[in-house]
């Protein structure tokens, strides 16, 4: 199966490898790809992302997940063609927060193709739909064991304005507007909706 040229791609991203992942919003008929990404994940990443090592994908999580309400939220999700058949591989998403201009962010890259720039490249183009969308700060929750994701947000973010610490987990905000800069410069299509 090959990525079609029907879709409404946001953006395209060639790995080092060759391969190439397109990106699009996630929709309701996703379910069946979603559902294999998590269940195929590795106990770390699902407690990373989840905060929890889910193995079985509720009812009510794949709703929360695959129905987006545009107005609060946004998901987008990567796919590639993989042995004949199309894969979800990562995904990221902001819900906006009952505060003005500020939304919670999330990101999951399967284990199958971590640390290849995916996480930082999905950072760059919420952070285009989110200013786009005239949102001014991003927050995060990651866990203080979460060396990747505070890795690559200190490599591609702005140091956070606040940063505090709750047991095992940071909370992170981040002012979009001293983040000028960011969001250009990857070998992608541009983000058009
Ligand atoms: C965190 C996560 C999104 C990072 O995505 P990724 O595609 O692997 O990240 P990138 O390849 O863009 O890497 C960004 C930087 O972080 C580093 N990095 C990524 N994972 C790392 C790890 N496990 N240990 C150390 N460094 C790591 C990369 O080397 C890179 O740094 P560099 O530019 O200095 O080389 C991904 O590992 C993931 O989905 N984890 C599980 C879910 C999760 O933690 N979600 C975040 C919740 S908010």
Known sequence: ???????????????????????????????TLI???????????????????????????????????????????????????????????????????AAEIAFTVHDDFQRRGLGTFLLKLLLQLARQDGIRWFEADVMVSNVGMLRLLRRSAPPPARKHCDGDVYHLEMDLDSWRGAGQGTNSRPVVA
């Open 1 to 31: 199966m090959k990525l079609s040229d029907q879709e409404d791609w946001l953006a395209e991203l060639r790995l080092a490898d060759g391969q190439t992942v397109c990106f699009r919003h996630v929709r309701p008929d996703d379910e």
């Open 35 to 101: 559902s294999a990404a998590i269940r195929t994940a590795s106990r770390e990443t699902l407690l990373h992302r989840f905060f929890s090592p889910i193995r079985t994908v509720s009812p009510d999580l794949l709703r929360r997940l695959l129905v987006i309400d545009r107005v609060k939220e946004a998901c987008i999700v990567g796919l590639m063609a993989d042995n004949g058949n199309m894969r979800i591989i990562c995904g990221a998403r902001y819900v906006r927060l009952p505060k003005p201009a």
